[in-house]
C-alpha cells in the first residue's frame, strides 16, 4: 500500500472507480493472524495504577447510550443525571463524554443537561435511518438536521450496507459528504461519526475497506457498530479500524477517532479496548477527542470495579444506580 | 508509552517450592549424583535458585540399568492400553499443575511469564495427550503391522523450552514402549526435577522415566553408553555431529534436531499488519533463542522500505524486562555465555559493514539482555546471515523475484525452518514446494502441534518429531510374517 | 429394617436435558427373574425428531472443535465413568443378568474401549488423510469429514459397550448422535446420559432414547435429516426394510454384524462414518 493520497479525485469523491480501486486494492488482512494480535494483548495484565487511570479514562470516554422505541423524556432525563454524575457516593468518578438518543429527543437531553450542569457532555444522535440506514438521502438530511437544530452536537450515522455489499462505495462516499455539509452548515460544527456496522460487513476486509472509504469521505470519528446487532465491537474488529486511523494519519497528517460500540459491557472488556488503542493507534487517541465507548450497562461496572479499588473490597449492584 | 504506562503486574513466586538442592532422579526416586555439583540460576536476576546434582558416568550407568530393567520386566510387559492410560494421567496432572511449571520454567529459563503460561505448559501437557492416544494403536502409524519399541533409549534436551522439549522427547518414546533415560540442559534442569514429582504422582513404573543432570560430559556418557539402543538429541549443530560420529555404523540409533537460519520471506501483497506481527514474532519470541526462528528476513525489494519502517515502529512497542511481569514481551538472554555468543557474532555485523538499529528499551542492571535488534544492507556474505545467533537479532536482506527468494532462502547449510507471506495462495504452495526446510509456516510463524511433524532438512537435523511421522523414531518395524 | 433406597427416576436424554417422553409413556423394565426394576420413558416419534432437531443443531459446534478439543472432552467422560464404576457394574449385572464378576470385566473394557476412542480424535487425520500426487500444477488434499448426524440402534444385548462401542466411533469423527438404547436393557445407557450430562459434553451431541425399538427405529430410519444409521439393535427380520427405508436420503446404512464387543474394533467403526473432501489448488508464482 504505498500509493499516495496525493489523488485528488480519490479526497473529493467524483472519480467513483479510482475510490473503488483505491479500497479493494488495500492489504489484505489476515483473519487469523488478526485475532492471534487481539487475543495477546487482551493478555495484559492491567493492575494497581493502570487500571484506575484505565477505568477513569473508560468513563470519560462513555456515550451513554439509550436507543429504544420506548424511550421517554423521562427515560432520558435520567439518563442525562447518570451520565453528569455517575457516583452519586463519589464525586470523584469523572463525567461521560455523551449522551447518545434518538433525534427527537435532542432537545429534552440537551435541556436537562443544561440545567443539571453537565454543559460541556455533548448530545450525539444516532440519524441517517438509523439503525438500517434504508431511506432516501432526504430523509437522511432531514433526520441531521433535525438532531443539530435541537442541540446536538455530535452526528452518529450509519453508512448504507447494502450499497457497500452490492460494491457500490461511490454512492456511501457521496452520503456521508453529504451528511458531514449539514453537520458543518449549523450554528456549531457537529462531529460526525460514520456507523460502518461491522456485524453486517462480516470480513475484516470489509471493515478496512470501509474505514478507509469513511475516512475519505470525511468522518471525524468511524465507529464499529449501531450496537442492534451481534458480532458489535469485537477486538480484532477494532484493531483493524485502530490500524486503519494509524495509517491515515501517516499518510495525511489528520487523526480520526475510533468509537467502540456493542458488546462492551465488563471493566475487562473496556480495559481491553484502551489496550488495543494504545498499542495500535498510539497515546495520542487515549482521549475522548480520539476515542469513545457507546456502551450503557457498561457504565456501572466501571464503577463498581472503581469502588473495589478505593475501598479495598467487592461491592454490589445496591451501590450503584439504575439511571 | 508514558500515558497508559501498565504499572508492574508481577506473577507470585509463591506457588513454586524449589528445594535448595536436587539429586538426580533414578528409579523412581531421588538418588545423590557422584559428580560435581553446580548451581543454576535465574538468568533475570542471577539469583542462584538451587544446587543440581551432576550425574557422573556412573550414575548414567546406574540410570540406564534402572531403565532397562524397567523395560524388561515392567515396560515392555504391560498391555499397551494401559501405558497409554498412565500418559494420560502425566497429561492431567501437567494441566492441575500448570501454573507451578510456568512460574519455575520462567525463573529457571528467563523467558516471559506470559508465554510459559500460555505457550510452553499447554503444549507440553497437550503432547503427552496426543501420544497417550497413540500407545494401542501403533499399528496404525505407517511402520508395519507390529512394530517394536528400541528399549532404552537415552534423550538430551536444549535450555530453551525445557519443559516443551522434555515432552516432545518423553512421551513419543514411552508411548512407543520405551524407557528413558534423559539429560536436561545444564542452565534449565528445574522443570525436568518437577516432572519426576509428576511421574510419581502418576503412579509411573520406577525406571521407565530416569532423569540424570549435567552437562557436556554426562551428556557424552549417555551417547556412548552401549546399552542405550537409541539416541534423541535436541541442540547445536555443532555437537549433533560430534553425536552422529560417535553413533553412525553402531546399532544404536539417533534422531538429531539441530540448529536453523531459517528465512522468513515477505512478499509484496503480504497482508501488511499481520506480516508485521509474524516478522516480530518469528525473531523475538523467547528472545530469539529458537532453533526455528525467522532469523534472516526475506523482503521483496520494492516493500521494502515500508515494511522495515512498520517493524521498527513495532518493535519499539516490545516490553522488554522482568519475566516474571505477565506484559513482559521479551524475557532474559539464558546465560552470561549465550550473551556473549550473540553479542560477539553481532558485531560482526557492524564490523562487516551492515547497519543495526535496536529497539530503544531500558535493561535491568543485573541478569543479562539484549535489546531487539535488526541489522540491515545484509547479503548472504555476512557472518551474521550464515551463523545461527540464537538471539534477538534479525538479519534483513531483500530480493527482487520469487526464483531469487528461493535461491537465497536455500543457500545455506540449514534447513529447518522458513516463512511465506503472500495474499496469494498459489505463490505460497509454489514457495514451499521450492523451499528445502523441514517446516514452512505460511502466514504465521512459530506454530506447534503434537500432531505436525517438526525437524529439518541437511544440516538441521535427521528426522521428525510429532506427529504421526515422528513415531517412526521410536520404534522398528516387527518381523517380517 | 434395612433403609428405604431412594430409586432413580429414568428419562430420556435430549439437547442436554432430561425430560419425559411427550407422549407421557413409560415401560417396565425387569430383571433376569422377571423382578421390577424401573418404568424408563417409553419415547415417541416426536421425540425422536426432537432428538435429531437438538443432534443437527449441536452439530457444527462439535464438528467445528479442534480435534484435541474433542479428545479432550471424550477423556473427560472416561474420568466420570470410572468415578461411577460401582454403579454401572450394579446395572448392567442387574439389566443384563449376569454376575458382578462379568459385569465388572465389561464396565472396565467400556471405560478403555472410550479412552481408545478419544485418543483418535486427532489421528485419524494423519492415517485416513492424504495429499495425491495429481499429474499437473496442483495441490491436492484429501481429508476424512464428519458425515453429520447419525443414528444408533444399539445392540439389545450389550447394554453398555455394545453402546459404546458406536457411540465412541461415532462421537471421535466429529458426529453427533441420536441413540435408542437396548430395548430390555436401557438403564445403563440413561446412566452414561447422566454422565455425558456431567462432563463437558455440549447438550444435544449425544441424546440417548429409551423404548421399543419396532416402534422408533423406523422413524430414524426413514428421517430425511440422519445422514448415517447403524441397525446393530434391529431385529434381524427387520433390517432389509429399515434399509431400504434408509435410502429416500441415501444415507449411509451400517448393517449388523455379530461382534465380540470385548474385542478392539477395526478402523471400519469410524471410516463409515466419514466423508473425504478433495481439493485442488494451484501452484504458482
Known amino acids: 500500500m504505498s500509493a499516495p493520497l496525493a489523488n485528488a479525485a480519490l479526497l473529493d469523491g467524483t472519480d467513483h472507480r479510482a475510490l473503488h480501486r483505491f479500497l479493494l486494492a488495500l492489504p489484505a488482512v489476515d483473519q487469523v493472524g488478526a485475532e492471534g494480535r487481539a487475543a495477546m494483548l487482551a493478555t495484559r495484565s492491567i493492575k494497581t495504577s493502570s487500571k484506575v487511570y484505565a477505568i477513569d479514562t473508560a468513563i470519560s470516554m462513555i456515550d451513554l447510550t439509550t436507543l429504544e422505541g420506548a424511550d421517554t423524556p423521562g427515560k432520558v432525563r435520567a439518563l442525562c443525571a447518570k451520565a453528569v454524575r455517575p457516583d452519586p457516593t463519589d464525586p470523584t468518578a469523572p463525567s461521560v463524554a455523551a449522551v447518545c438518543v434518538y433525534n427527537d429527543l435532542v432537545g429534552i437531553a440537551r435541556e436537562h443537561l443544561d440545567s443539571i450542569g453537565g454543559k460541556q457532555i455533548h448530545v450525539a444522535a444516532v440519524t441517517t435511518a438509523f439503525p438500517s440506514g434504508r431511506a432516501s438521502i432526504a430523509v437522511k438530511l432531514q433526520d441531521t438536521r433535525d438532531a443539530i437544530n435541537t442541540g446536538a452536537s455530535e452526528i452518529d450515522m450509519v453508512i448504507d450496507r447494502g450499497a457497500f455489499l452490492a460494491g457500490d462505495y461511490g454512492k456511501i462516499f457521496d452520503e456521508i459528504a453529504a451528511i458531514k455539509e449539514a453537520c458543518d452548515s449549523g450554528e456549531k460544527r457537529a462531529h460526525l461519526k460514520v456507523i460502518l456496522e461491522t456485524g453486517e460487513l462480516v470480513t475484516y476486509d470489509n471493515v478496512r475497506r470501509a474505514s478507509w472509504l469513511a475516512m475519505l469521505a470525511g468522518a471525524d470519528f468511524i465507529k464499529t457498530s449501531t450496537g442492534k446487532i451481534s458480532p458489535a465491537a469485537t477486538p480484532p474488529v477494532v484493531l483493524v479500524m485502530l490500524e486503519a486511523v494509524r495509517d491515515f494519519y501517516a499518510k495525511t497528517g489528520t487523526r480520526i477517532g475510533v468509537k467502540a460500540a456493542g458488546g462492551i459491557r465488563s471493566t475487562k472488556d473496556a480495559i481491553k479496548q484502551l489496550v488495543l488503542v494504545n498499542e495500535t493507534a498510539g497515546e495520542e487517541w487515549l482521549n475522548p477527542t480520539l476515542f469513545r465507548i457507546g456502551a450503557s450497562a457498561l457504565l456501572n461496572d466501571l464503577l463498581l470495579q472503581r469502588q473495589k479499588l478505593s475501598s479495598g473490597h467487592y461491592s454490589g449492584p445496591n451501590y450503584v444506580t439504575l439511571d | ?481 | 429394617m434395612s433403609r428405604i433406597e431412594v430409586r432413580k427416576t429414568y428419562k430420556l436424554f435430549i439437547g442436554g436435558a432430561f425430560p419425559r417422553s411427550e407422549s407421557g409413556r413409560s415401560y417396565e423394565v425387569v430383571d433376569k427373574e422377571g423382578n421390577f426394576i424401573a418404568n424408563p420413558a417409553m419415547a415417541s416419534r416426536k421425540d425422536a425428531r426432537d432428538a435429531v432437531v437438538a443432534a443437527r443443531s449441536a452439530y457444527v459446534g462439535w464438528s467445528g472443535a479442534t480435534a484435541y478439543n474433542r479428545g479432550q472432552v471424550l477423556y473427560r467422560v472416561a474420568e466420570l465413568m470410572e468415578a461411577r464404576r460401582d454403579e454401572f457394574i450394579d446395572e448392567v449385572s442387574l439389566s443384563e443378568g449376569i454376575g458382578k464378576g462379568k459385569a465388572g470385566k465389561i464396565v472396565d473394557a467400556a471405560i478403555d474401549r472410550w479412552v481408545w476412542y478419544a485418543g483418535w480424535s486427532d489421528k485419524l487425520g494423519s492415517i485416513l488423510g492424504a495429499t495425491n500426487p495429481v499429474a499437473g500444477p496442483y495441490y491436492n488434499f484429501s481429508i476424512p469429514e464428519p458425515v453429520g448426524v447419525v443414528a444408533l440402534i444399539a445392540p439389545q444385548d450389550s447394554s453398555l459397550l455394545g453402546l459404546i462401542d458406536l457411540l465412541g466411533a461415532a462421537l471421535t469423527t466429529g458426529n453427533t448422535v441420536v441413540a435408542l438404547a437396548s430395548e430390555a436393557s436401557p438403564l445403563p445407557a440413561i446412566t452414561l446420559s447422566e454422565v455425558l450430562a456431567t462432563s463437558d459434553v455440549p447438550g444435544g451431541v449425544v441424546n440417548i432414547l429409551t423404548g421399543r425399538t419396532k416402534e422408533v427405529a423406523p422413524w430414524l430410519a426413514s428421517h430425511m435429516d440422519v445422514d448415517a444409521i447403524n441397525l446393530a439393535g434391529v431385529a434381524a427380520e427387520d433390517v432389509r426394510n429399515l434399509a431400504g427405508e434408509a435410502t429416500d436420503n441415501l444415507k449411509r446404512v451400517i448393517a449388523p454384524k455379530s461382534r465380540d464387543w470385548l474385542k478392539t474394533p477395526t478402523l471400519e467403526a469410524m471410516t463409515s462414518l466419514l466423508e473425504v473432501k478433495t481439493v485442488w489448488h494451484p501452484v504458482g508464482i
Not at chain 2, 509428576?198 to 532423569?211: K, Y
Not at chain 2, 514451499?432 to 505460511?442: C, I, M, P, T
Open chain 2, 1 to 481: 508509552m508514558s500515558l497508559f504506562k501498565y504499572a508492574a503486574a508481577p506473577e507470585s513466586r509463591a506457588i513454586v517450592n524449589i528445594a535448595s538442592s536436587y539429586g538426580l532422579f533414578i528409579d523412581g526416586e531421588f538418588v545423590d549424583g557422584t559428580g560435581t555439583a553446580f548451581k543454576t540460576i535465574n538468568p533475570a536476576t542471577e539469583e542462584v535458585l538451587s544446587e543440581i546434582a551432576e550425574g557422573s558416568a556412573l550414575d548414567v550407568d546406574r540410570a540406564v540399568k534402572a531403565a532397562r530393567r524397567a523395560y524388561s520386566k515392567v515396560w515392555s510387559k504391560m498391555p499397551a492400553a494401559e501405558r497409554g492410560k498412565y500418559l494420560y494421567r502425566i497429561a492431567r496432572i501437567m494441566q492441575e499443575r500448570a501454573r507451578e511449571f510456568a512460574v519455575l520454567e520462567t525463573l529457571n529459563n528467563g523467558k516471559p511469564i506470559r508465554e510459559s503460561r500460555d505457550v510452553d505448559v499447554p503444549l507440553a501437557a497437550a503432547h503427552f495427550f496426543y501420544h497417550a492416544g497413540w500407545a494401542d494403536k501403533l499399528e496404525h502409524a505407517g511402520v508395519g503391522s507390529a512394530p517394536k519399541p528400541h528399549g532404552v533409549v537415552g534423550q538430551i534436551i536444549p535450555w530453551n523450552f525445557p519443559l516443551l522439549m522434555l515432552s516432545w522427547k518423553v512421551a513419543p518414546a514411552l508411548a512407543t514402549g520405551n524407557t528413558v533415560v534423559l539429560k536436561p540442559a545444564e542452565t534449565t534442569p528445574l522443570t525436568a526435577l518437577l516432572f519426576a514429582d509428576v511421574c510419581r504422582q502418576a503412579g509411573l513404573p520406577a525406571g521407565v522415566v530416569n532423569i540424570v543432570t549435567g552437562a557436556g560430559a554426562t551428556g557424552a556418557a549417555l551417547v556412548s553408553h552401549p546399552d542405550v539402543n537409541k539416541i534423541a538429541f535436541t541442540g547445536s549443530t555443532k555437537v549433533g555431529k560430534a553425536i552422529a560420529r560417535e553413533i553412525v555404523g553402531t546399532e544404536k540409533s539417533v534422531t538429531l534436531e539441530l540448529g536453523g537460519k531459517g528465512a522468513n520471506i515477505v512478499f509484496d501483497d503480504a497482508p501488511m499488519d499481520e506480516t508485521i506481527e509474524g516478522i516480530v514474532n518469528g525473531i523475538f519470541f523467547n528472545q530469539g533463542h529458537v532453533c526455528c526462528a525467522g532469523s534472516r528476513l526475506l523482503i521483496q525489494e520494492n516493500v521494502q522500505d515500508e515494511v522495515l519502517d512498520r517493524l521498527r515502529k513495532r518493535m519499539a512497542q516490545l516490553r522488554v524486562g522482568d519475566p516474571m511481569d505477565k506484559n513482559t514481551d521479551v524475557g532474559a538472554i539464558n546465560s552470561a555465555a549465550q550473551l556473549g555468543r550473540i553479542t560477539e557474532l553481532s558485531n560482526t555485523g557492524d564490523s562487516e559493514g551492515a547497519e543495526r538499529w535496536s529497539a530503544p528499551c531500558d535493561l535491568p542492571a543485573k541478569g543479562f539482555w539484549y535489546a531487539p535488534t535488526i541489522f540491515t544492507g545484509v547479503t548472504q556474505a555476512h557472518r551474521i546471515a550464515r551463523e545461527e545467533i540464537f538471539g534477538p537479532v534479525l538479519s534483513v536482506l531483500t530480493f527482487r523475484t520469487p526464483a531469487e527468494a528461493i535461491e537465497k532462502a536455500n543457500n545455506t547449510p540449514y534447513g529447518l525452518s522458513a516463512g511465506i507471506w503472500t495474499d496469494k495462495g498459489s505463490r505460497i504452495l509454489w514457495t514451499a514446494a521450492r523451499l528445502r526446510a523441514g517446516v514452512v509456516w505460511a502466514n504465521t510463524f512459530n506454530r506447534f502441534d503434537p500432531t505436525s511433524p517438526f525437524g529439518g532438512y541437511k544440516e538441521s537435523g535427521w528426522g521428525r518429531e510429532g506427529g504421526r511421522h515422528g513415531l517412526a523414531a521410536y520404534l522398528k518395524q516387527g518381523e517380517q510374517a
